[in-house]
C-alpha cells in the first residue's frame, strides 16, 4: 500500500546525505501529525469541571495514558512481529481511529465522555514504533532518528499553541477543540505517511555495520530479554520513572506554567518546546559519527547522566531563586529530553548493533514503554486519588529531585553492567 516502486528506486540511487534527510524529514511530519491526535485537549484546563471531587482534567489525562500504557504493553508483540508490507496502512488506520474517538468525545457528554480519551490513547501508542521501523539498522539512524525525536517535543509545543488558540482566539467549545485541532492535521498526515513508505530499507552495508533487524516471535523475545536480564531491569526502571517526569510535564505544562504566572501566553509553549528540540537535534544526530557501536553505547549512558545532572541542578537553582521560572521550565526541559530523547532513538539502536541481537528496536522499546507510561498512571492516581495535594510546581520539582538522583544511579550501574557483559562477550569470542 502506498508504496510507489519508480519513487523507492530513485530513492536507492540518491545521494545518502538527501536519503537521510528525505526519511528525516518525512518521518518527523508523520509524528508531529500524530500529536495533533493526542495533545491538543491538554492545552485546555476545563475548569469548574470534576467528576467524582477530582478534576477533570486528570480525569481526562489518566484517561489517555491508561490506553497509552496498554498499548505499549500489546505493542511489545505486536510492533515487534509488524511485516514491512503492513505499515503505512496501519499508521493510517491507528491515528485516524484515534481522530474518530476525539468525534466521540465531542458529541458525548461529560463525565461519558472520558472513555474516549482512554480509546484515543490506545491506538497512539503503536504509532511510535511504526513509524521508528522505517529508519532503524541504518549507518544514518542517530541522524533521522534524532529528528524523529525531536518531533514530540516541537510538536508537543506546536499543537497546544493551536488548540489553546482555538480556545481563546477563536472561541471554540473546549469538547469540540482536541477534534478541530486534529481536522487541519489529517491531509499532511496522509501525504507524510505515504512520502515515508518510500524510504528504502537498510543496505548491505547497513546490515554490516548495525545488524539486521528482523520480526521476533515468543521464542525469540524470551531469549532477547533473558540474555540482557540485569541489565534491563536496572535501565527499564531509570527509563520508567523518567517517563513519569517527562509526561507529567507534557500533560500539566499548561497547569505548571498558570502556577508561575505564564499561562496567559498561547506561544508559551512554543516559546520553551522549540530550543530544547534544536539543542536536541544537535546533541543527538552528532553520535552518527561514532563508528563504533559500543563506543556510541556507552556514550547514550553519558548524555543520559548529564541530562539527569542538568534537571537537578537548574531545580535547585529555581529553589534558590537563581534562575526565573521561565528558565526553569526550559532546563528542566532540555535535562529531562537529554535524558529521554536516547531511549527512544538511540539507545536500544546500539544496544542491539554492540551485541549483535536477533531481533529489532520495537521489542525493546516497547518493554521499556510500557512500565513508563504504567508508572505515569500511577502517579496521577497518587496525587489525584490518594489524597496527595501538593500545588502542581511543588510536586513536580519534587518528583524531579526524587527521580533525577534514582536516575544518576541506576544509569551508572546500567553502564557498568552492559560495558563488562560486552567484554565478557567479546572474551569468548561471540562477537
Not at 519508480?6 to 511530519?29: C, D, E, H, Q
Not at 465522555?113 to 503503536?126: D, V, Y
Not at 525531536?150 to 482566539?169: C, E
Not at 517527562?246 to 509553549?269: A, K, M, Q, V
Amino acid at each position: 500500500m502506498f508504496i510507489s516502486n519508480t519513487m523507492r528506486s530513485k530513492l536507492r540511487t540518491a545521494p545518502s546525505w538527501f536519503v537521510n534527510l528525505y526519511a528525516a524529514i518525512a518521518s518527523f511530519g508523520v509524528y508531529f501529525c500524530m500529536y495533533a491526535f493526542r495533545k491538543p485537549f491538554t492545552a485546555a484546563s476545563f475548569d469548574g469541571l470534576s467528576f467524582l471531587h477530582v478534576s477533570y482534567k486528570v480525569w481526562l489525562v489518566t484517561a489517555q495514558v491508561i490506553g497509552y500504557a496498554l498499548s505499549k504493553f500489546y505493542g511489545i508483540k505486536f510492533i515487534s512481529g509488524m511485516r514491512e508490507e503492513h505499515r503505512a496502512r496501519t499508521i493510517l488506520i491507528l491515528i485516524l481511529l484515534a481522530w474518530t474517538m476525539l468525534l466521540f468525545f465531542a458529541i458525548v457528554p461529560a463525565p461519558y465522555n472520558i472513555i474516549f480519551l482512554l480509546a484515543n490513547g490506545f491506538p497512539l501508542g503503536m504509532v511510535w514504533g511504526v513509524v521508528f521501523s522505517y529508519l532503524e539498522g541504518k549507518r544514518s539512524t542517530e541522524f533521522t532518528g534524532a529528528v524523529l525525536s525531536i518531533s514530540f517535543i516541537f510538536s508537543s509545543g506546536v499543537v497546544k499553541s493551536v488548540g489553546k488558540s482555538l480556545l481563546l482566539d477563536a472561541g471554540i467549545n473546549v469538547f469540540w477543540m482536541p477534534f478541530l485541532a486534529g481536522a487541519s492535521f489529517v491531509l499532511p498526515l496522509i501525504l507524510f505517511t505515504w512520502l515515508l513508505n518510500q524510504v528504502p530499507p537498510p543496505s548491505q552495508e547497513d546490515v554490516l555495520q548495525r545488524n539486521a533487524r528482523k520480526p521476533m516471535d515468543a521464542a525469540a523475545r524470551r531469549v532477547a530479554v533473558k540474555a540482557y536480564l540485569p541489565g534491563l531491569m536496572t535501565i527499564i526502571l531509570t527509563y520508567a520513572l523518567l517517563t513519569i517526569l517527562r509526561d507529567f510535564r507534557d500533560n500539566f505544562s499548561n497547569e505548571l506554567f498558570n502556577e508561575i504566572g505564564l499561562g496567559n501566553d498561547p506561544s508559551i509553549f512554543s516559546r520553551t518546546e522549540i530550543p530544547i528540540s534544536l539543542i536536541l537535534l544537535l546533541c543527538m544526530s552528532l553520535l552518527v559519527l561514532v563508528k563504533s557501536n559500543i563506543k556510541a553505547f556507552m556514550i547514550n549512558h553519558v548524555i543520559i547522566f548529564i541530562g539527569y545532572g542538568i534537571a537537578l541542578t537548574s531545580t535547585l537553582l529555581f529553589h534558590l531563586h537563581f534562575i526565573n521560572p521561565f528558565y526553569w521550565m526550559l532546563l528542566v526541559g532540555t535535562g529531562l529530553y537529554l535524558s529521554y530523547v536516547p531511549f527512544n532513538c538511540l539507545y536500544f539502536e546500539r544496544m542491539i548493533a554492540s551485541f549483535k541481537v536477533n531481533g529489532n528496536f520495537g521489542f525493546y522499546m516497547y518493554i521499556a514503554d510500557s512500565f513508563g507510561y504504567l508508572g505515569s498512571v500511577l502517579i496521577l492516581f497518587v496525587r489525584e486519588f490518594w489524597g496527595i495535594h501538593l500545588q502542581w510546581v511543588a510536586f513536580f520539582s519534587f518528583l524531579v529531585q526524587i527521580i533525577c538522583l534514582v536516575g544518576l544511579v541506576g544509569t551508572a550501574i546500567s553502564a557498568y553492567y552492559f560495558y563488562h557483559k560486552y567484554k565478557k562477550v567479546q572474551s569468548n569470542g561471540i562477537l
